[in-house]
């Protein structure tokens, strides 16, 4: 299968010698992206942010090409040589370079260190945040709603209860007690009816005589 795999390598190479323009440069130029901004300075801290063009100029994307391309190459033949040719001893070069096979198996310690460097400080700074919303934020809020809601119950029994409550209670209680004096004149006496008729009309009477009388001089 390496075997074939290499043969497959060599007929790309030559296909790929025979046609100039389909060079490395070339290939990678499509991946520039349209539109990238020019070199900027930071702001605040003193730092540059390079043209995005200016990591495709040739004096960079080749080497680094070449280099990812050789560590690529050279994983490739170590695995053929180890697990496909059967030239090396696997456990014999795991025991020789036991620190490099732990660090490499261990992913570089990368998720200890994430964890430690951000998620770690992350929980604290959010647990901070949280005890802030909850102790002043959220203090300053009930707070300010238990002032409200004592003004509101005080003028609701100031303006309400005492004023307008009172006001309409009051003209009530005096509407009320002016129909009870007045139901006592309903007495349902006929006689009692024609003696008040009599004494109003004889007092209506005396006004109206005193009236053009004392005008009359």
């Known amino acids: 299968m390496a075997l074939g795999i290499a043969a497959l390598v060599f007929v790309l190479s030559l296909i790929w010698s025979r046609y100039p323009n389909v060079t490395l440069a070339n290939l990678l130029e499509q991946a520039r992206p349209v ?8 702001v605040l801290t003193p730092m540059t942010w390079p043209d995005e063009h200016l990591s495709h100029a040739p004096e960079i994307k080749v080497p680094a090409t070449w280099i990812a391309f050789s ?10 040589m180890f697990y496909g ?37 992350t929980h604290v700074v959010s647990e901070w945040i949280s005890q802030f919303d909850r ?23 100031l303006a309400d209860r005492t004023l307008v409550d009172g006001f309409v209670n009051s003209l009530a209680s005096l509407t009320y007690k002016t129909g ?38």
């Open 35 to 42: 539109g990238t901004l020019a070199t900027q300075q930071a």
């Open 71 to 80: 560590t690529a190459f050279a994983g490739f033949f170590l695995a053929t």
């Open 85 to 121: 040719l059967r030239k090396l001893d696997a456990a014999e070069a795991k025991r020789a370079f036991a620190p490099v096979h732990r660090l490499l198996q261990n992913k570089w310690w990368f998720d200890e260190l994430y964890d430690v460097v951000f998620i770690r400080p």
């Open 135 to 157: 102790k002043v934020i959220d203090g300053l809020i009930d707070g300010l709603a238990w002032v409200v809601r004592a003004f509101s119950s005080f003028w609701e029994r």
């Open 180 to 217: 009870l004096g007045l139901r006592r004149a309903q007495t349902g006496s006929l006689r009692q009816y024609v003696m008040f008729i009599v004494i109003g009309t004889v007092a209506v009477f005396m006004l109206a005589s005193f009236w053009r009388y004392a005008f009359a001089q």
